[in-house]
């Protein structure tokens, strides 16, 4: 089996999901966006140098293949059915089965029609993202499949026999799916060994990532889309919820500080040098709760340690809730 993935927390993800043996090796995609390069422009050096890190926490062994570009805007200058251009990926080996993660079949598709699949989840986007075949037990609890027609294309030419998908601390989701051979759902107790198992190995390496003495603060995944005059507004209500702990912050690769100074206080920002990790290393390490709006982060979490505040901005939220419509009917 070919084990083929892109992106830093799927790659988290797999390594602590026990799916991949030692013995085998994980191909790894380099892409950068090339639409807005002051925006989307990463240093794919780092990249390779944190992935590099993450596998030989597991014992995996990693190969790479790249850097391929491709031109993708941002969901909200994306038009409908609008193309993507990107640069094929050669030299991936692909065989009668194969194990990849979702995000990398935009850029396999023509390559792995004829091949059996194991899709792996990107992220809780997965909850929204079931493509073409769905139980009935999760139409039910209306979690009905957000793809667009594009990629619903793609997904009825493909051989998927298993797609799995991320375990929550809040919600067992094997309730949902039953007997399911087609869905499978992932440990969420695994996966969070695994998160312990590479925080500890990566803050062995890197000092200033060591958070194990935040215990009773609150994480918050940046929105950069938001400008400083209704992040002010925004954080305003995370006062009475906070109380007179603070915020620990984490931005986005290549996010600028929009916080509004005033509250400078009670945000301590997570070195944006460490913005390509991903955020499970940090929140791992101490007894944290979350704040902010819906993300994939949300799935470390227990129910309890949730506060969810809509962003002051409609247009925003109406992403957000269009991108993660399965994972918000799942906790509500």
Request: hydrophobic share 35%; aromatic share 12%.
């Amino acid at each position: 089996m070919s084990i083929i993935c892109t992106g830093l927390t799927p790659l988290l993800n797999l390594c602590a999901s026990n799916l991949v043996n030692d013995s085998e090796d994980i191909n790894y995609l380099l892409y950068q966006n090339t639409y807005n390069t002051e925006r989307y422009s990463a240093d794919i050096e780092l990249r390779k140098v944190y992935a590099k890190q993450i596998a030989a926490s597991f014992n995996k062994k990693i190969k790479f293949h790249g850097p391929f570009t491709w031109e993708c805007p941002p969901r909200e200058n994306r038009k409908k059915g609008q193309e993507v251009k990107y640069e094929y990926p050669s030299g991936v080996p692909i065989d009668e089965c194969n194990l990849i993660t979702e995000n990398c079949i935009l850029f396999l598709k023509d390559k792995i029609k004829n091949s059996k699949l194991h899709i792996f989840p990107e992220g809780a986007s997965c909850f929204s993202q079931f493509g073409t075949r769905l139980p009935w037990s999760l139409y039910r609890y209306g979690i009905k499949p957000y793809l667009h027609m594009h990629a619903i294309n793609i997904m009825k030419k493909l051989n998927i026999s298993r797609r799995y998908l991320l375990g929550s601390q809040s919600v067992n989701l094997k309730e949902y799916i039953g007997n399911s051979k087609y869905f499978c759902v992932l440990d969420q107790q695994m996966l969070q060994q695994g998160y312990k198992k590479c925080a500890k190995y990566i803050t062995e390496i890197y000092d200033d990532l060591n958070y194990k003495d935040f215990d009773n603060c609150y994480f918050h995944p940046c929105l950069s889309e938001l400008n400083t005059t209704a992040y002010g507004r925004w954080f305003e209500q995370f006062l009475p919820i906070i109380e007179s702990s603070f915020v620990v912050a984490k931005l986005a690769p290549k996010d600028r500080i929009n916080h509004p100074l005033q509250f400078k206080e009670r945000v301590k920002f997570i070195d944006p040098k460490y913005s390509l990790l991903p955020g499970e290393l940090i929140t791992i390490q101490a007894n944290m709760s979350y704040i902010g709006y819906y993300s994939s982060m949300i799935l470390s979490f227990r129910k309890n340690k949730i506060h969810l505040i809509a962003p002051p901005d409609d247009k925003i939220k109406k992403s957000k809730d269009k991108v993660f419509k399965g994972l918000k009917t799942i906790l509500n």
